[in-house]
Every structure is written in structure tokens, then in C-alpha cells.
């Protein structure tokens, strides 16, 4: 009886608020985000919510900023824990195996149900798609995305003799131009070093592009197995250990990813690999005529992506699921995508962003920001394994065990792998 | 005593001064340059604001700030009530079990809060409380550091004035609101000094269990707003620095004396 | 001694024994349990595994790196920042000019926030654009890679802390040095010894007790100082920086294996168990608290 009562009044209540003139109650979305490239990036990101708000009033969305990759993941995964809503979040896109092991996330496959809705799946780049795929189902939408690529001090060029349009393009040329750039004053201290490529925050990141070029993959498609002792890897690491050690184009040691961009900017290096994510503010920032090319290849052209997937939590009903669908579709629509592309330097994620007005009026006026789209065609996944944050760890180390000259490429990498084997022994 | 040794004494002092201020110097300078001079030193170098208003737009340092003062206050009050309460019991009280509650109490001098980061998380996270002010503050509510001050303190204050004040009527929580807290006052301050600079200053716990705006403290804010991920604009950063510490660092200017002479007494009990 | 007696003392300490009791000493017991089980996922159900994840840490080598790291950091901030302390104690109490200006010098590193001042060391230690390798470039010496270099990484990261925590370990001196009696002093100027005579003989021993409470905080803070790891060298290169706090924060929060970082923990704990072991049963005999 009483039961029949709160239905009677639900309904009634219910039939109140329909006629009142709401269409379905409010519903509210919650979203975590990796802000990892500095506060001015939640602006943007927060534009982008308020115009899709204003497109769909019955959807209120509430974007957390959470720190790092790192602490994104770990605080969305808390407050799915203590069962605090969260629906969607942009997360590193090779966590994909380690959300997966935790049950956390749902493949769009299942969540997506019209054609359209196929058809905008299929609209991505496929390089920027491999990491966001596994068991053949979609888990990873494509959003805050990067590539490596090669900054040049043109004016280096041009007073070393180097034809600034002629950026070397294979591992050979990259050491003889090099060595061409490295200044030195009276004394025979560098003045200015050839090329920098960084080896802390992301030293596997930037040894994914060199493996790639040297034709080699670093791990398996299930993230269950890792290649790193392999011939070609070894070559890769001591190409790269070469470059400061035998050819000293490059200062020995550990190069540090947080300064390198203020000593591009410095003209303390003519070349640095870089994420395309730093191309605005080099862009604002450097006093001197600089250029963006594809790295060099050696077997192959190459490099991995990088940066951020929208993933949709499982633990949210069907109707927030589908809201959250929407909010996904929006910001990786062509037009959004462009908006954001140009705002930050990160790339536009389907050809169909480029062919905005937006887009293409901006690399007409600043071509290095098609550099990362061409690149594509030769990209590669990023290291994405089961246990990521050791293996990934393990990897660092070897690298930079190996450029430090504490061991040998061989060495090093030999035990990467050996840990790496016994970190994923329990996923086979 | 040669002379020579006394000059070579001074000099080095002066110089260990300047080492020990330098990085407070090089943030001025950067922050109130233009960034090409951040590695540049010019005596001439144009002086501007642009740094402090481009860090300003960059990172919500308002709500960071205030976050910093919520928590620096709850875990202030929460530790002076709380220590008041057990270092008069421990200082005043006969009871059995007294050694062992004190023992117990001390162990937090050991098994600070910082290294139990990983369980507290997991309890925090259990009681929803994660990325709340009280979260932050929760593990330093009560403060065996505290407690042992006050204790000692309490213990120098003459029996007869608390007989007198019971003979005047007063009784339990009375007296230690008017006989103990009033003869305590200097403790009260050098303490609370040093709690306060403790906890403006902590990282860790708040790294861990803050997410948002909502509850970031300052010096997480500026980890994050910082963070080498896609490179440094140093000016802009030692801009981000003076602001993160302008008020602890005017404070301090100010009561220069105050602050150091607590950190003393602190240290003398 | 009678029951009502009891009953209010208890209800004093109810609320500081209810805290600490949550925050330290349960958190203490469930490390140990924790570090005997394992879960694939925090959201999978944990077994019990034994003396397993003791084995995997035995089997790892960023275990022992961090503990010999952890060690050299203790010996290279210990010594350094109590000699150092004391240095500046005993000037700022001198009668030379402007010492107000230098005890604010010193002290100032005491209240700046570990965590923003190292994005300025930062820039100090950065190679070829760094202070201290603009510095050296001027005597015409090629900088090295302060940070990147894991024979320097580690000195690195003990310069900053030594300066962090001089100033805050030179008050407990100054405020030592102030209590000593005048007297003492003009008599041994009387006798005609040496400043160094009379500091080894007079001060040095008199300021034991200020030395040993000193001691037990700089080797707590070798233990628990990691803030600047986060900005500096993220424990790198190549773990040649890291320390086992860090180690701890990195296992439980970016490889999301509170299991392990339990174990590590109750490492830490062990660790901190023998300090006060030893602040117990040998220090305490010589410090007297009022």
C-alpha cells in the first residue's frame, strides 16, 4: 500500500515536471582531464564545454582538472572506487590494458548504435587509433594527441652553410649536419650544441621514434610481451647513445625534457625532438627563424604518437552513457577539433579536421603545423603494455643507464627486458 | 686568535649569507624581467609586471591560495583544541595506563603521517574524502608534537594556581580555558608558528589526496603549474613563486623575531 | 587514583588518541597486512601471499638502489647541515655587523616551500643556461649536467636540502649558544685559549644535547624529504636519485601497486623503528627534557 502510494506520487510528480515544459530531467556529467601542459589549457578546454552546454541545455558537465596523466588516472580510478560519479575522462592513451584490468572502462563498439555514429568512429586517423584498440574493439577515442617531431633553428642553418629548406632527413645526415651546427668558442667549450633530444619525463617516448625508424616495435599488440632486447632496439639505443658519446653533437648524459624547449629558445641547441604539443609556444616565443620537419629515418620514417584518448567509465547508467557519447562526438567533431588543434598545437585527429576553414587558413599562414599530420603516415603505437608504469619504468632506466655510460645499450636493455618479462609473466 | 682568521671568519659569513639568500635574489630578478633575461644578467635590463600577470591568468592561484589558508587554519584549531585537551590530561592527570598513552602518542613523532601515505589514502578514499579540505587536514588534526609542548608547558604552571581557581568555583574544562591556555600563551604562539609554516609548506599528503581546484593547496598548485611536462618559461614561474610565498614570506618579514625566537623555544622544550 | 579520576583524563585524550590512533597506528598495522597479500586490480578481491612481495622487493634492484641512495643522502645532508648549523650559530651570535641580516639569510630557506624553491634550483642545476654553469663558463669551465649526471644527480639534490634544513637546525644552536654562561667564556679568554680551544673544549660539549635532538630530526628528514625529487630528477637518471619515500609514492600511485608499496613501506617503518630505538635507549639517557 504504501509502495503504491510513492508510485502514485513519482508519477504524478513526474507528470508535474513534464508539463512544466523540461524535456527529461537534467542530467549531469562529470570528466576527468589531464592537464599537463599548463593552466592555460583548461581554458580552452573549458570554452569547448560551454559551447557544447549551450548546444544541449539538459547536459551539465563538470571537467576536473586532475594534474598530470598520471594523476588523472589515479584520481578517476579513486572516485570510481568510492563510487563518486565520473563518466568520461581524457586518459594517457596507452592505459588502455591497465583500465581494461580493471574492469573500468566500456568499448565505444558497444556503446554507439547508428551508422553515423559507426561512421564517426571510422573518421580518425588509423595511427592515431592503434593504441585506443584491443581484442578488436575500440576502447580509446583519439582527442589530445601528439607526435614527435624535429624543431630547427633556421638561422643556425643558414650560418653554419646549411640550406635552412633542407632539414636532414636520415640518421646519417642528422649526425653530419650536426656536427656542422656544434659552436664552439676560444676555448673549445660548446657554445651551442647540434641536436637535443630529451631523456627524462619521457626517455621511451622519443626511443619509440627511434625504433620505429630503425624498423623495430617495442611490444605486442595485447601488451603482454616486449621486444627490447631485440638486434635492431639495441642498434637504436646505441645510434642514440652515439650521438652524444662518439659524434658529440649532442651533450652526454641525461637531457632534461622540462628545460630543453627554453634552451632551444636560447639557441643552446639548433635541433631538438620535441612533442608537437610545444609548437604554439615556440611559435610565440623564439626570437630566431625556426623550422619543423619529420624526424629523420633510418630504415623507416617514424615516430610513435603520443598524448590522450577519451575513454567512457562502465560504472554510469545507458542514458549517461549515451550523453557522455554525445559530449565525446562534440569535441572530437571536425570543426572542435580544428578549434583545438590551433588553440594548442596538438593535432587535429581526422582528415576532416584539416579540411575546416579553420585549419587550413592556419597552415596556410604557418605551415611547421602540418608537419605532425604528414608525419602520420609513418607513425607507430605508443608503448602500451600490461603494467604499464614498470614497464615503461624499466625501459626509462636502460635508456638512461645507457646514455649516462653506466652500461651498454646491450646491457641495459637486456635487463629492461628480463624485469619486463617477469612483470608480465602473470598476463600471458 | 690571528686576525687573518677573523677576516677569512667574516668574509665567508657574508658569502654563505648571500649563497643561502640566492635563489630568493634569482626569482625576484627573473619574475620582474622580461623572459630573455631570465638567464641574462643586466644590471639595465627593462623591469616589468608582465610575469605576474601572466601567471596570474595561468593557474587559479586565488583558490589556491585560499585552500592553503582553509587547511592551515582547520589543522591550526583542530591541533590546538585537541592538544590542549590531552597535554593537560597527560600533564595533570594521575592515571593508569598515563606512560603508555603517552608512548603511543609519541610514535607520531616517528611515524609521520608522510609515510603512511598509502594507507591513509586508502581510508580517506573509504570515508569519501578525498579531494576535501578536511581530507588534507585529517592526518595532522592531532599532533604529538603538540601535545608534548603543551604538556611540558602545562607541567611548569604551580599547582596552587589551579587549587586557587577551583577554590573560586572553576572546574575541569574552566581551568584550562582560564588558568592553562592564558600562562601557555607564548607555546600557543611559537607552536601555532610552527604548524603553520609546516603546513603551508607540506606536499605529499596534499599531492596525493587533492584533485581539484576545490581543495589544491598552493604548493601542489604550483607542482602542477610548473611541471616540466611541455617545457619552463622561467620568468613566468618565479613570478608563479613569489606569489605562491609573497604572504608567508611577508609575514615572516614582519615578525621576523617573533617567528625565529618560536622556532627556538619549539626547539629548546 | 579513583575511577571518576580516570574517566575525565581518558575523555581528554579521547580525541588526540581517536585521531592519531586512525592516521598512524592503524595505517601502521594495515601496511603489514597489506604487504602479505596481492590483488590483479585494486577492485579484485586480495589473497593472502606470504612473505611474497618481501621476495619480489629482495629480487628487485630499485629497492637497493633507493636504500644505498637513502644512505648516502643521510650521510651527505647529516653531517654537512649540523657542521654547518653550528658554523652559523655561532656567527650570527658573534658580535660581527649586520648578523640580524644574516640570521634572516639563513633562516629563510626554513619557511620557503621545498616544493616551488626547487623550480628555481631548477634553473641553478640546468646545464649550459644554469646559474651554476653560467658561473663556471665565466672561469671559462664547460658546466656539467648537474641532474643528468648520476654521479652528481644525488650531491645535487643533498646541496639543496643541506641548504634547506641549515637555517632551520642553526636556531636550536643559536638558541643553545644563548643559554650558555657568559662567565665561562671570560674566564677561558682569561686563561688566554684559543677560539678553537674553547669551542672544542667549551661550546662543542655543551652543546651536545642540542647536537644529538638535531641529530634525530636530520636523520627523520633524510627519511622523509622527497619534495624536491618531484620537480628536480623525478628519482632519475637512470633511479640514480631515488630515494625510498619517492619510491614509495611512485609504486602505490603511478604503478598502482599498493601491494608492493605496502612492503616498501614497512621497510620505511623498520627503518624509523631503529631511529627511535636508538633516540630511546641511548640519547635519552643523555638529553634532559624539562
Known sequence: MRNLNKQLLTCAFASLVGVSGLVHAASDLTMYYPVAVGGALTKVVDGMVDKFEAQNPDINVTAIYAGNYNDARVKALAALKSGEPAQLSVMFSIDVHALRNMDAIVAFDDVISTDAERQWLDSFYPALMENGKADGKTWGVPFQRSTIVMYYNKDAFKAAGLDPEQPPTTWEEFINVGQKLVKKDAAGNVERWGAMIPSTGYPYWMFGALTKQNGEVLMNQAGTETYFDNPGVISALEYWQDLGSKHTIMPEGVIEWGTLRQNFLEQKTAIMWHSTGNLTTVKNKANFDFGVAMLPGNKDLGSPTGGGNFYLFKQSSAEEKQDALKLVKFMTSPEQAAHWSKATGYMGVSADAYETDTLRDYVKAFPPALVARDQLMHATAELSTHEAGKVRKYLDDAIQAALTGQESAAEALAGAQAQAKRALKRYK | MSFKFHIFSKISAYLLGFVWILPLLYAFWAAFHPTEYATKFDLFAPLTMDNFVSAWDQAPFLSYMLNTVIITTLILVSQLFVCTLAGYALAREEFRGRNIAFALIMMQLMVMPEVLIVENYQTLAGLSLVDTHLGVGLPYLASAFGIFLLRQTFKTIPQELEDAARVEGLSGLAIIWKVFVPLAFPTYLAYSLVSVSYHWNNFLWPLVVTNTEASRPLTVGMAIFGAPESGVDWSVISAGTLIAIGPLLILFLIFQRRFIQSFMQAGIK | ?290
Open chain 3, 1 to 290: 587514583m579513583n575511577k571518576k579520576v580516570n574517566l575525565k583524563a581518558w575523555a581528554l585524550m579521547l580525541p588526540a588518541l581517536s585521531l592519531l590512533i586512525a592516521f598512524t597506528h592503524w595505517p601502521t598495522l594495515k601496511s603489514v597486512f597489506r604487504s602479505v597479500t596481492w590483488a590483479k586490480s585494486d577492485m579484485a578481491p586480495s589473497q593472502f601471499v606470504g612473505l611474497e612481495n618481501y621476495a619480489m622487493m629482495l629480487d628487485d634492484p630499485v629497492f637497493w638502489k633507493v636504500m644505498e641512495n637513502n644512505l648516502w643522502y643521510a650521510i651527505g645532508t647529516v653531517p654537512t647541515s649540523i657542521a654547518l648549523a653550528i658554523i652559523m650559530a655561532l656567527w650570527v651570535n658573534s658580535k660581527m655587523r649586520f648578523t640580524g641580516l644574516l640570521r634572516l639569510a639563513f633562516f629563510t630557506p626554513t619557511i620557503l616551500p621545498m616544493i616551488t624553491v626547487a623550480n628555481i634550483w631548477l634553473f641553478f642545476y640546468s646545464p649550459n643556461i644554469g646559474l651554476f654553469d653560467q658561473l663556471l663558463q665565466m672561469v671559462n669551465i664547460d658546466g656539467p649536467n648537474w641532474l643528468g649526471d648520476p654521479d652528481l644527480a644525488l650531491p645535487s639534490l643533498i646541496f639543496m636540502t643541506v641548504w634547506k634544513e641549515a637555517g632551520f637546525f642553526m636556531i636550536f644552536y643559536l638558541a643553545a649558544l644563548q643559554l650558555l654562561s657568559v662567565e665561562l667564556y671570560e674566564a677561558a679568554k682569561v686563561e688566554g685559549a684559543s677560539a678553537w680551544c674553547i669551542f672544542r673544549k667549551i661550546t662543542f660539549p655543551l652543546l651536545m644535547p642540542t647536537t644529538l635532538f638535531v641529530l634525530i630530526n636530520a636523520l627523520l628528514n633524510a627519511f622523509k624529504l622527497v619534495d624536491h625529487l618531484f620537480i628536480l630528477t623525478k628519482g632519475g637518471p637512470n633511479n640514480a636519485s631515488n630515494l625510498l619515500l619517492y619510491y614509495i609514492y611512485e609504486t602505490a600511485f603511478s604503478f598502482l601497486d599498493s601491494y608492493y608499496a605496502a612492503t616498501l613501506t614497512v621497510v620505511m617503518l623498520v627503518m624509523l623503528a631503529i631511529i627511535a630505538f636508538v633516540q630511546i635507549f641511548i640519547f635519552d639517557r643523555k638529553i634532559h627534557y624539562r
